[in-house]
Every structure is written in C-alpha cells, then in structure tokens.
Nanobody
Framework: VQLQASGGGLVQAGGSLRLSCAAS????????VGWFRQAPGKEREFVGA????????YYADSVKGRFTISRDNTKNTMYLQMNSLKPEDTAVYYC????????????????WGQGTLVTVSS
C-alpha cells in the first residue's frame, strides 16, 4: 500500500490550498481515509476523514466549516480543500488509512503517506 500526499506550500492567511492523497497498491473500498497534521513541537492531530465511498465525513472542531474532504474514486485520490487558512494551520499534513469509521487516534490508522508541508503566513 502506498499513499502519496501532495499540494502543500506557502499561502497567506485567509487563503486556500487543496491537498491530494493518491493511493495505490490494493483495493481500498473498505477503508476510511484520514487527514492528520503535525506542527513543530506538537503531537500529530486529527483533521478529518472520509469513507472510501465518500458517503460520510467527519472533522476536528478546529477545521469544521473551513476544510472539506472529498474523493475521486476514478483516480484513487482523496482531497483536502482548506479555506480561510490561519497561521495555526501551519503543519505537515499526512493522509492515512483506517479500517474502521470514527477513528481519530493516529494509532488506529494502519497505513501512512509521507507528509506535505503547509505554511500559512500572517
């Protein structure tokens, strides 16, 4: 299983970015795809997740209403659309796969991609 996150970069506060997570190597129809982030000196935290079918999503309170997760099954790719970005959103963002719905703990995710850095300037 391989996950490839991309799309990070430098953006001003109030701006937007879209991250992508491309999956390959097996069938993912039974997995939940989660997004996490880790700021310097902080623990990895849950951002949001989506079922592989796209039938459901859930988010951390800190990003609810600003971030949206979607998917394109034809491309085996998930997206994290980030709007109204704030400096505190600066972090390395990761995508990961879990077997069960509702998981927010990084330890409950089985596969991880490399991260992509998002920097929000004030």
């Amino acid at each position: 299983v391989q996950l490839q996150a991309s799309g990070g970069g430098l953006v001003q506060a109030g701006g937007s970015l879209r991250l992508s997570c491309a999956a390959s190597g097996r069938t993912f129809s039974n997995y939940v795809v989660g997004w996490f982030r880790q700021a310097p000196g902080k623990e990895r935290e849950f951002v949001g997740a989506i079922t592989w079918s796209g039938s459901g999503t859930y988010y951390a309170d800190s990003v609810k209403g600003r971030f949206t997760i979607s998917r394109d099954n034809t491309k085996n790719t998930m997206y994290l659309q980030m709007n109204s970005l704030k400096p505190e959103d600066t972090a390395v963002y990761y995508c990961a796969l879990a077997r069960a719905w509702g998981r927010r703990n990084p330890d409950e995710y089985d596969y991880w991609g490399q991260g992509t850095l998002v920097t929000v300037s004030s």
